[in-house]
């Protein structure tokens, strides 16, 4: 289950960003926050080492449709 | 007189090269049907008049002196005001760039202005692109020519209307997360998302470098397909733009779809449909058993990662892009944008970097196991017809961000793999709201596409069918 809280969010906000966060405004970002984190945690693990962002423009190329070729 | 705005791209094409009918005497209807509507629908937000005549005028001199011209020569368009236009105003539907000038014109635009196409002024759109209802706190709100009660659609709120109301033949949008695709749905038009790099991004305005695609939204599907036809293919001032030929897409429509495969996800897709979507999808599915279409089963992967790991790297994207005025300048932003976009302030680099290499797993994965099954897969565009307003919560709060993941849930997954994705309307539900399908297929596939949702179209009629508002 995700850690995150919004004394957490408000701290980023302040130390990392430079403003500072209502309550209310906080609360509504950690509850969007948290199931994101869950998310990026369960397939963070299906990362190989040697991969990197840029994979995905050679595979759009190399799985596309034929009729784009020439 | 006969009304020309009710006509197609093509058709209409075909009769300014014929000289039956003059460019100029159709942007003038267009700008009358847009002053007539513009209290009722506030598509636009800037309606350039002198200079869309002006180009009209230029256009029937150069037919009249059996000068060349292209295929979109006197076709009055208008677009998302956020296609940046040398030293014009593109607010990008908000307040922070309401008095921005381009300091470039972007790639589309200059394409379309080469094939002829005039360009009748920038369109209303949820501010920064950020939103799937068609709301905008600075602009005013857009509304649904079926219905004013309902939403549009967002982000590309705009351009959906005013092509659904024979206002424009068609207009750009932009797609992050289904932004084309849902104001299509919504009015009954037809919107194509292409695949991700097929499409120039220089000149639009950025919300995710990694998700943002611009496309067509028009009354039919072989409009959609001549208009792509102009503005895909490579361009040195965007270095991710494929090298790829562009096929003939028009061409691609005339095509045969007998024996072609349809998937039907057995997953995810078909989840929560609202009656007469389920219904309407049923019928659609019929339709295309009728031109010989073989229907298949397929199980999708899941989506459930997808949607937030998509949701995870926009955000950081795009508060990226815009840290700077979320800090100087909070209150000029709408909440429900602010919201969505300062989320991404509070993620680590890692999340972000994590959800774009995953990207290729999760798309060698969808092509494996789908399109080895299939040409394509029908799904409906959205799980509901076009809410109203009032039921909405349009303020940021707590129900927003499932309000926004339920609209989307379609397009989403879609826009997180890159992969082409053609919205048709496929009918009305019991308010008279429309419903539309989405056809999806592998990298670069838009050629089929188009060849499956021609040939439904040419089988039925409800892209010719007009909102009371304009008769």
């Known amino acids: ?70 | 007189m006969m009304d020309y705005l009710n006509l197609d791209i093509c058709k209409t094409s075909d009769l300014v090269l014929s000289g039956e009918l003059s460019a100029t005497e159709l942007t003038k209807a267009s700008i009358d049907r847009a002053e007539a509507l513009q209290q009722k629908l506030n598509s636009f937000i800037s309606l350039e008049k002198d200079e869309a005549l002006e180009a009209a005028e230029k256009i029937d001199k150069r037919l009249r002196k059996g000068e060349g011209v292209g295929s979109l020569a006197g076709i009055p368009l208008a677009h998302k005001d956020m296609f940046y236009r040398l030293g014009k105003i593109t607010t990008c539907g908000s307040k922070i760039r309401s008095k921005f000038k381009g300091d470039r014109t972007s790639t589309v635009l200059s394409r379309l202005e080469k094939a002829g196409a005039l360009y009748l002024g920038g369109l209303n759109m949820s501010e920064f692109a950020v939103g799937p209802i068609g709301n905008n706190v600075h602009y005013g709100d857009c509304f649904n020519p079926w219905n004013q009660e309902h939403t549009p659609g967002g982000s590309s709120s705009g351009s959906g209307v005013a092509v659904a109301s024979r206002t424009v033949y068609g207009a750009l949008g932009s797609d992050t997360g289904g932004s084309i695709r849902i104001p299509s749905a919504m009015c009954g038009v037809v919107g194509i998302k292409p695949t991700q790099t097929r499409v120039s991004r220089f000149g639009l305005m950025p919300l995710s470098f990694s998700f943002d695609c611009s496309g067509p939204l028009t009354r039919t599907v072989r409009d959609a397909a001549r208009i792509l036809h102009v503005i895909a293919g490579h361009d040195p001032e965007d270095s991710t733009s494929s090298r790829r030929k562009v096929p003939d897409y028009e061409a691609e429509c005339d095509k045969k779809v007998a024996f072609m495969r349809l998937g039907i996800p057995s997953n995810y897709f078909y989840d929560d449909l609202e009656t007469d979507v389920d219904r309407l999808l049923k019928d659609t599915r019929k339709i295309f058993k009728g031109l010989k279409v073989e229907i298949v089963s397929v199980d999708v992967p899941s989506h459930d990662h997808i949607n937030l790991i998509w949701a995870a790297a926009l955000a950081a994207e795009a508060s990226t892009i815009h840290r700077k005025w979320l800090r100087d300048r909070p209150d000029d932003y709408g909440p429900m944008v602010k919201r969505r976009i300062e989320f991404g302030l509070y993620q680590p680099a890692t999340r972000y970097l994590e959800a774009l290499t995953l990207r290729e797993k999760y798309l060698r994965a969808y092509c494996d196991t789908v399109f080895s099954k299939c040409d394509a897969l029908l799904t409906p565009t959205m799980p509901v017809v076009a809410p109203r307003y009032k039921d909405l919560d349009v303020g940021g709060g707590e129900s927003m961000p499932e309000l926004v993941l339920m609209l989307s849930r379609n397009t989403r997954p879609i826009s997180y793999l890159g992969l082409p994705a053609l919205s048709v309307p496929c009918g009305f539900g019991a308010k008279g709201l429309p419903a539309a399908f989405q056809l999806i297929g592998r990298p670069f596939s838009e050629g089929k596409l188009f060849r499956l949702g021609n040939a439904y179209q040419e089988v039925t009629d409800w892209h010719n069918t007009i909102p009371k508002i304009v008769e």
Do not use: C, Q
């Open chain 1, 1 to 70: 289950m995700s850690g995150i809280t919004s004394e957490f969010v408000k701290t980023i906000a302040s130390i990392w960003h430079r403003f500072s966060l209502e309550n209310e405004e906080a609360d509504t970002l950690t509850n969007m926050l948290a199931p994101m984190d869950d998310a990026g945690e369960e397939v963070s693990s299906s990362i190989m080492f040697d991969l990197e962002p840029s994979d995905y423009n050679r595979a759009l190329e190399e799985l596309g449709d034929e009729e784009g070729l020439g």
